[in-house]
């Protein structure tokens, strides 16, 4: 008998908790962030190899269809040109130059949560000398700030096809459209 009430008050409470539950509406973000892309295959004024650190702008459009899951265009401009040598494995590494090159990825991203994305995308650095193919990895932390602005921070990877690598480093803003009801 004295399980009755414990048992009546761990039901309402698991229904309270089930309505609190909201239902997930799809959004729309665009960010902008800048930061830094590093290569380790550069070459200075002398053809010495050197670590490349090339500043950028960032310009990212998400749209999150899912509470886990969103699709983006994640657009980087490196405002400077610069020497760079490909990076190709058992051949005579070509030094080419490369002038303020843009690389647009369309990416997949998963949310686990609020503030952590994982993407993982493909694209293209166009440039007047070459266009690349790239493949990007990225991990972005945010954290909101108010009314759907969000500052966050961006780390990734991308490998530009036969070519050469970089890693990047940033911080941003963003603006959220449509929110959860």
């Known amino acids: 008998m004295k399980l009755i009430p414990l048992i009546v008050f761990l039901s309402a409470s698991l229904a309270s908790c089930a309505q609190e539950k909201k239902e997930f509406k799809s959004r729309h973000s665009i960010g902008l ?3 830094h892309e590093h290569s380790f295959s550069g070459k200075d004024e002398n053809g010495d ?3 490349a650190v090339l500043a950028y702008w960032g310009l990212d459009y998400n749209f999150q269809f899912a509470a ?3 699709v983006g265009l994640h ?3 490196i ?4 020497k760079i040598e490909k990076d190709l494995a058992g051949a005579d590494n ?3 130059e490369r002038s303020h090159p843009i690389a647009p990825a369309l990416m997949g991203i998963f949310k686990p949560n609020e503030r952590w994305s994982f993407g993982l995308g493909m694209g293209a650095e166009f440039a007047k000398e070459e266009n690349y ?3 990007r990895l990225a991990v ?3 954290a909101e700030i108010r009314n759907g602005w969000e500052v966050f921070g961006v780390l990734q990877y991308d490998i530009r096809w036969n070519a050469y690598d970089t890693w990047t480093i940033g911080l941003g803003i963003s603006k959220t459209f449509g929110k959860e009801r």
């Open 33 to 35: 962030n800048i930061g």
């Open 49 to 51: 190899r050197k670590v």
């Open 68 to 70: 886990r899951f969103a």
């Open 75 to 77: 657009t980087d401009y």
């Open 79 to 82: 405002i400077e040109s610069f």
């Open 94 to 96: 070509e030094v080419v």
């Open 133 to 135: 193919a790239l493949n």
């Open 140 to 142: 972005e932390y945010g």
